[in-house]
Structures are given as structure tokens and as C-alpha cells.
């Protein structure tokens, strides 16, 4: 097994999870196969109970966990699937040490910092490494992202465990990737400075740079990347610039250009292999048509829907069609805002805050048949809607929300549940899919699994006359629905699972590729009238 090691410097966000992810496709492009691993230093156990609007997107991995949206990135750069194991936290790692103290594993010891929880970091990195497979294939290479940057508190037993483990590991199975900013002073030159501090505080904890990739609105010049060289003590070829690029799906090959290849084979002693081009061309395919989606949101940060973005870029790039997205808040947003876009998106969520406005955005895209595509909270609104206009239930609303005709009830199994964390109904569940809807027409198979995250369903009791006024539930799960479509409109399609943790850049979701067609069939017909 071989280690990256990824860490970062002078300021988070610089996009650490997009640079180790993209070092992963460029070795998944040579053949190698890759998993990946995130640490997150706060002391939560997951990051199910952390607030999206500051932490950005809660992603659901197949087996249920709930972690840091870096690994939705490592699974759609890598078409892979990981486990609740390859993010790391603080709070399990502690969690972890602490039970095994009360256990009396450590009986006669006094429990520190080092050795035992910087043993239980490595314990944990290499067990779930060596425990990776693809399709059958171990992996040969983990990417380790290290979050937050170098000098924060939280993050110093795990710089300690990676350098223990570059001392214990043989030369080339560990190599150590930073990732600075290089920032532009009011005279619009770039300052190395920073990235010079960084790596003193990085060397400063035992840590040296096998190679800095220099984060920057253009790209680094010459003289600019001898300095780097020269302060930081790293080969010239090893400094790396990574210009902001116009697509993240483009970064490994912006990489590639600026021989991030060579240097990331070398340090781990790989063999120089040819290279499977197929990604390049997907990601840099032109554009023949463009469609603007209408994306009713409450949280007012774009992290928040990331893999909805993405599912909806993968969509797009295999129908030629760029797909712009409007974004309207549900509080504020006009009936003239949906008439000026092409489909209508509605998210998941959490809270009553914004429902009115997702409730009105679903009855326009019903009547005015506008292609429609709803997502877990956007599933149940659809059914609340279709219950208040079409059934006249006027109440209608879910439990979530209080009072009324509860066509949204809570899982039955979610009625005692009292802690908060990993509690929902989450990761992958099978789904039959009824014959002769729009529903088998895009999945094209009669079983289906998706993953989900929720805690209300739709209502046994009122299936029935939901079915009679026309609704239909083409994807089921037991007894529980899972899809819902309407007959006779151009596109009216809403899951109670999340379709996009599942898409890929070379594999789009079914349902968000139907939607973007149908949003294209849509603007040619208005464009016609």
C-alpha cells in the first residue's frame, strides 16, 4: 500500500479534497487502483448533526454514514464507493481510545496523546486502506486528506500520527502533498510569502514537502515557483501550479500539464504507465445547448447542494447541455422567477422555514408543466401539494411541521428515537420499480438500490386516495414509496432518496438525466411557440 498524504496551509477551502482527488484520477487513469480516506479534526462523531449552511453538504455514503462532502468528491473523481470508515474524525478516534481504556485494554498504562491516540489515527488509516476493494481489486494507493490547515490545534495528533508513519513506512510508500494559496497583493502580484510560512510550520512539526501545489488565480510563474523551490527545499518540478480552472472535473488535467504525474510516480516508485484518456474527453466536451433550472433552496449556500450540482453537471455534459442554475430562495423568490426557467428543482431539507414557497413552486410546475424534479423533502412536498390542490385536503401537511392532515407521517421506527446522530433512515435500500412507468424508461431496470436520509415517509393511509386522484408511486420499497410520477405531464418525477450521491462525471444519475432532457425538450418547445 502507498500513502498521499494531503495537507494544507495559510487558509481552509483552498481545495484540498479537489487537488487529492484529482492525484487519485490521475493514477486511476493509469491503472492503479485508488481509494481515499478524509480526516476531519472536530470532535463531532459525523457530520449528520452539523449545520449544512456552515459545514456545506451532509453526503450519504452507501452504508449509511454521514460525512464530510470531500468524500462525494473522491467518489465521483474516482467512481467508487467508500464506507463510514474513510472519514476520520476526532470524536471517534477519542470515542474509540476512551472504550477501550474502560474496557482495561490499557490496564496499567496512563492513556496519552502519544502513543495511544496517535496509534489508534494509524491504526485506523491503514486497517480501513488495506480493506478497500473496487469490483474485487484491493487498492494500491490511499489518498490521506488532512483537514483544516497546518498550525490549527485540533489537526496536531494527526500531523503527528503521518509523521510517525513516514518514519516507520519504507521511502516510497509515503509521500507528503501540501496545498498553499499564493495570493495576489493590490498590485496584482503574486506573494510567495505564505507559502513560505507554511512550510516552516509544517517542518517545524517534523513534516517535509514532497511537493507543494501552489493554489492561484493564474498560473504560477517561473521565478515564482524557483522561490517556492529554493525557501521550501522541494525540486522545482515538485512546485506546482494549480490556476483556478474552469471546470473541477478539468484539474487532473491541468495537473497533468504541469507534470504533477511524473513527480507523484516518482515519490512512490509506480511504474509509468500509458494513459486511459476517456475522463479527459468526457470532461472537455463541448456544449451545444444550454437549459436554466430553477433551484427552490432555504440555506442560501451553494455547498449545501453540492452533489445536486454535480448530478445535474454529469446530466448535462452527456446531453451536450450546459446547465445553468437560477438560484431562488424559497422566502422570496416571484411567479415571474419560474416562468423565466426551464425546470424546477426542489431539494431536500430540514425545518418548516421556506415550505410555503417549495409548496407554490411544485403547484406551478404541476399546472404550467414545467418539468419537475423533487428530492426527499421536495418527494413529500410534492405529495402535500397534490394532497391540498388536487384532493382538497387543505390541512395537508407533514408530521414534521405540526398539525393538520398528516399525509407526511414520521417511519415508525423513527418514534422512540431519542439521539439525534445516525439515527435517520440512511445509506442504500433496494427499490422495485413498476412496470410501464416513466420511472423503468429512465433506470431501465426493475430493481434499483439509492440512498437515502430521512425520518418521515408518506402516509399508508392515504395512498389510496392519492393513487385514485391520479398519483402514481412507481418505485416502492416493502410498503414504503419511494418514487412518485404524474401521467400526462411533460416531466413530474420526485424521490424520497437522494439520486445525485450516486452520479458520476461517466455515469449520471437516471433521474437527473431525464430531467435535463426533459428541461431541453421544454425550452425548444417554448422557443418554437
Known amino acids: ?7 494544507g496551509g495559510v487558509m481552509s477551502g483552498l481545495g484540498k479534497g479537489i487537488t487529492a482527488a484529482s492525484m487519485g484520477r490521475i493514477l486511476k487513469n493509469r491503472g492503479y487502483q485508488v481509494t481515499a480516506i478524509k480526516i476531519d479534526p472536530y470532535l463531532n462523531i459525523d457530520a449528520g448533526t452539523m449545520n449544512p449552511a456552515q459545514h456545506g453538504e451532509v453526503f450519504v455514503l452507501n452504508d449509511g454514514g454521514e460525512v464530510d462532502l470531500d468524500l462525494g468528491n473522491y467518489e465521483r473523481f474516482l467512481d467508487i464507493e467508500l464506507t463510514r470508515s474513510h472519514n476520520i474524525t476526532t470524536g471517534k478516534i477519542y470515542r474509540s481510545v476512551i472504550e477501550k481504556e474502560r474496557r482495561g485494554d490499557f490496564l496499567g498504562s496512563t492513556v496519552q496523546i502519544i502513543p495511544h491516540i496517535t496509534d489508534e489515527i494509524k491504526s485506523c488509516i491503514t486497517r480501513t486502506a488495506e480493506a478497500f476493494e473496487n469490483n474485487g481489486h484491493k487498492a494500491e494507493v490511499c489518498l490521506v486528506e488532512v483537514g483544516g490547515t497546518v498550525g ?20 516510497h510508500d509515503t509521500s507528503l502533498v501540501h496545498v498553499t494559496l499564493v495570493p495576489a497583493d493590490t498590485m496584482g502580484d503574486l506573494k510567495t510569502k505564505p507559502t513560505q510560512h507554511s512550510v516552516k510550520a509544517l517542518r517545524e512539526l517534523g513534516l517535509r514537502p514532497d511537493m507543494i501545489v501552489c493554489r492561484s488565480d493564474r498560473v504560477l510563474p517561473v521565478h515564482s515557483r524557483k522561490k517556492i523551490s529554493e525557501f521550501c527545499d522541494v525540486p522545482l518540478n515538485a512546485v506546482i501550479s494549480a490556476a483556478d480552472a474552469p471546470d473541477i472535473y478539468q484539474v487532473p488535467m491541468e495537473l497533468e500539464k504541469e507534470g504533477a504525474a511524473n513527480v507523484i510516480l516518482d515519490l512512490l516508485g509506480l511504474e509509468k504507465r500509458g494513459v486511459d484518456t476517456e475522463w479527459y474527453r468526457t470532461v472537455t466536451a463541448e456544449y451545444t445547448s444550454r437549459v436554466t433550472i430553477g433551484l427552490i433552496t432555504k440555506y442560501g449556500v451553494e455547498d449545501v447542494y453540492l ?3 454535480e448530478a445535474l453537471k454529469h446530466a448535462g455534459r452527456a446531453l451536450s447541455t450546459e446547465v445553468q442554475i437560477r438560484w431562488l430562495d424559497a422566502e422570496t423568490y ?19 422555514r421556506g415550505i ?6 411544485i403547484q406551478y410546475a404541476r399546472e404550467h408543466q414545467i418539468p419537475f424534479l423533487g428530492i426527499c423533502l421536495g418527494f413529500q412536498m410534492a405529495v402535500v401539494e397534490y394532497a391540498r390542490d388536487v384532493l382538497s385536503y387543505q390541512d395537508a401537511i407533514s408530521e414534521e411541521f405540526g398539525p393538520g392532515t398528516h399525509v407526511i407521517a414520521i417511519l415508525p421506527e423513527q418514534e422512540e428515537v431519542i439521539n439525534l446522530g445516525g439515527t435517520m433512515r440512511l445509506g442504500g435500500y433496494p427499490i422495485e420499480v413498476a412496470p410501464e412507468t416513466m420511472a423503468l424508461d429512465l433506470y431501465g431496470s426493475g430493481e434499483i438500490t439509492e440512498r437515502h436520509r430521512h425520518r418521515y415517509e408518506v402516509n399508508p393511509d392515504y395512498i389510496g386516495a392519492l393513487e ?7 418505485g416502492k420499497n416493502g410498503n414504503r414509496m419511494e418514487i412518485l410520477e404524474l401521467p400526462g405531464h411533460p416531466f413530474f418525477f420526485a424521490t424520497q432518496f437522494h439520486p445525485e450521491f450516486r452520479s458520476r462525471p461517466t455515469r449520471p444519475s437516471p433521474p437527473y438525466l431525464g430531467f435535463v432532457n426533459a428541461c431541453r425538450e421544454n425550452k425548444n418547445r417554448r422557443n418554437q411557440r
Open 1 to 7: 500500500m502507498k500513502y498521499i498524504f494531503v495537507t
Open 152 to 171: 490549527d490545534i485540533e489537526s496536531m495528533p494527526f500531523l503527528e500520527a503521518v509523521r510517525q508513519m513516514r518514519g516507520e513506512f519504507p521511502q
Open 307 to 309: 452533489s445536486i450540482k
Open 334 to 352: 416571484n411567479a415571474e422567477d419560474l416562468s423565466e426557467v426551464d425546470g424546477v428543482l426542489i431539494p431536500g431539507g430540514f425545518g418548516m
Open 356 to 361: 410555503p414557497g417549495k409548496i407554490r413552486a
Open 468 to 474: 385514485t386522484a391520479g398519483l402514481v408511486f412507481s
